[in-house]
């Protein structure tokens, strides 16, 4: 065979031994081309796929000023423990927040606990608060109440205002927070 081979490549003359060559180099070179190609098309996809994760991270992990303008806006949220420590937590920063706003923190009242028809095995632990205040510390509570982590919701909300004086009212609030 090596015999036969060598006959052949010695009847051939130059002119077709260089078409050879470059036909060889000319399939070499559409091998590399598309070997090229496809490591082209998938670095490129590489390159796609790497920037959409850095926007998904970007968006996950804002700048810090983002950030806390999202943890303002994002009301905090404490799980749930046992009712006695719950009410008392609860008590204690609600009793805070009336402080925080300048209201007299009067005696907090603990209405009964009741089945919380929202989430099933959490009880509502409920606080009412009756006093008198100014209108612009009400306003104050009411904004402040949703950095309180105990709070679940305003269950009653009554407001009397003073005849004489349009700015002192009356004070009716019921809280609740979760318990276990």
Same mark, same amino acid.
């Given at each position: ?5 060598? $006959?052949?490549?010695?009847? $051939? ?16 070179? $559409?091998?590399?081309?598309? %070997? ?17 994760? @850095? ?18 806006? *994002? ?38 606990? $009741?089945?919380?028809? *929202? ?5 509502? @632990? ?7 205040? =100014?209108?612009? =510390?009400?306003?104050? %509570? ?31 609030? *019921? ?6």
């Amino acid at each position: 065979m090596l015999i036969m081979k060598k $006959i052949m490549l010695e009847k $051939i003359n130059e002119k077709d031994k260089r078409a050879l060559k470059i036909g060889a180099v000319c399939i070499a070179a $559409i091998m590399v081309f598309l %070997l090229a190609k496809s490591w082209i098309d998938h670095w490129s996809q590489i390159r796609t796929d790497l920037a959409e994760l @850095r926007n998904d991270l970007a968006f996950i992990n804002p700048p810090e000023a983002k950030y806390q303008g999202l943890k303002m806006i *994002v009301p905090v949220f404490e799980m749930p423990q046992n009712e006695k420590d719950q009410a008392f937590l609860f008590r204690d920063s609600f009793g805070k927040q009336l402080k925080d706003a300048g209201i007299k923190a009067g005696p907090l009242q603990f209405l009964p606990t $009741i089945k919380s028809r *929202v989430s099933p095995g959490y009880k509502l @632990r409920r606080l009412r608060y009756k006093g008198k205040c =100014q209108f612009a =510390q009400m306003l104050d %509570l009411l904004a402040g109440l949703k950095k309180n982590p105990y709070l679940v919701t305003i269950e009653e909300f009554e407001l009397k205002c003073d005849q004489k004086n349009r700015q002192d009212i009356e004070l009716d609030l *019921v809280v609740s927070a979760f318990a276990r």
